[in-house]
Every structure is written in C-alpha cells, then in structure tokens.
C-alpha cells in the first residue's frame, strides 16, 4: 500500500497562505461530501492571497486525503515551488486551472468538477434553461468553452480566457464545470448553484411536461436581489462559516 507522507507545514508557512490552505482543504473534503469527487481527477486551486503562487491538490490522493498540509505550493507554470515537497501536480490538470487564474487575477478560487449532472447540461445544446432558482444565480454569469479533447493543449488556453472573460460560472461542453470565486467559499457556493440548477434541469426534462421559463428580468435582477439577503456579503461569505464547522465535524484531520 503506497504510504502518504505525514507533513505539518502549520507553523512553517504565514498565516496567511495557512488560512488559505485550511480552507482549500476543507472545500476537497466538501467536494466528497457532496459526491463531485471523480476518483483522484479534477481540482480546486487557490491563490495565496498577496502572492503568485496557487495551491492544489497532489496528483494521486483522493480528496479525504488532502489536508492543509498536503495541498503543493506551484508557480502559474506549474512548477513545484517547494523543492522538498514529497508530491507531484497533474501538469495536464492545472492547464484550465492556470488559464483561469492568468485572466483573472482578483479571484483566488477556480473549482473545477465532472459531475454527471453539469456534464450532461454542458452537452445539450440548450445548455443551462432559466428553470429555478438555481439557475438564475449561474445564468447571470455564466460562458462556455467548447470541448477540445483533454486539456494538454497549451493553446487551448487562450481560449479558455477568452470564453471565460468576466464570468463566474463556466460549463465546459461535453467535460464538466468550472467556477470562479474571489474567495474559496465563493467558488464553492457557485459549484453549488450550478450543480443544483444542473440537477434541477434533467429532472424537470425527465417529467416530458412543458416546463415555466423564468424571465429575463428576473436573471438580470437576481445579483441585486442576493445582495439584500446576504446583506451586503457574498453567498460565500455568509454559508462558508457553517461549511468549515461541518467538515470539522466530519474530517477533523483536514487541517492538520
């Protein structure tokens, strides 16, 4: 059995990029919470506020393993900046990633996943409909990037930033979805959206009656509608508290 080797970096690194590292952890272990998990493929990557360098997770550990300590401290190239660090990156997996956080340097969080259900909408050629309430939130931000094989394609890049541009919500045709935040709890709470509004859709599809199309309205209005409920804060913001004390409840080690 490979063995994972046991680092503390708690008091070894500011406690700025710890902070960041405990909440990168904690939103992995949601991911499993929530099933979006896909074996050890996909990723959550994070800027270390007032920094250029990105955490991610090690290629190769599913993500009940990944802890604070554990995440790998890489440069936008993908360049392990820790010489000693025991783990590798998937190269492959941080070209979305990297294109993500070049063209967007104020937000910290890119969260990508390969769920059945954002899978499945990203493949319809309707894409995303105004269905719930959900969806109102992605469809007020959201692009898509057409599918191109698997991400190895270093000028793929390109036009990933040019199909993101200012948005938040991302689905990537017939592969997945993609969602930015300027916090970690930001980008969670997106992926949650979408994945809801994803789930919503197919369910309401499967039933074959004419389904109530939200107005245009009421998607243009909706970030101002948020701001009042959240005074003033971000979704992130408000349920990220709430989402820290769960994973401690249920995976105490991930901020070891």
Not at 20 to 35: E, I
Not at 96 to 106: L, V
Request: net charge negative; proline share 4%.
């Amino acid at each position: 059995m490979f063995e994972i080797p046991q680092i503390n970096l708690k008091d070894k690194v500011s406690a700025q990029e710890w902070q960041t590292r405990v909440d990168l952890a904690a939103c992995y272990r949601l991911m499993v919470m929530h099933g979006w998990d896909d074996l050890i493929h996909t990723h959550i990557s994070a800027r270390i506020p007032d920094s250029e360098h990105i955490l991610i997770n090690a290629f190769g550990l599913a993500f009940e393993e990944v802890t604070a300590s554990n995440l790998v401290k890489i440069d936008i190239n993908g360049n392990i900046v820790d010489k000693e660090c025991p783990f590798e990156i998937n190269p492959a997996g941080f070209t979305i990633h990297s294109a993500a956080h070049e063209a967007r340097h104020d937000d910290l969080c890119v969260m990508h996943v390969h769920t059945n259900e954002t899978i499945a909408v990203a493949s319809l050629e309707e894409g995303l409909l105004p269905l719930s309430q959900y969806s109102m939130f992605a469809l007020a931000s959201l692009s898509y990037h057409g599918y191109e094989g698997l991400a190895v394609n270093h000028e793929e890049k390109l036009r990933i930033q040019e199909d993101l541009g200012d948005k938040n919500f991302m689905l990537l045709r017939n592969h997945g979805a993609l969602t930015m935040g300027k916090t970690i709890g930001d980008a969670f709470m997106h992926m949650y959206d979408l994945t809801r509004a994803c789930q919503i859709q197919l369910q309401v599809m499967a039933t074959d009656m004419k389904p109530i199309y939200a107005p245009q309205s009421i998607i243009d209005g909706i970030k101002v509608q948020a701001n009042i409920v959240h005074t003033g804060k971000t979704g992130g913001e408000t349920a990220w508290p709430a989402m820290l004390r769960r994973v401690y409840r249920k995976y105490p080690d991930f901020a070891d």
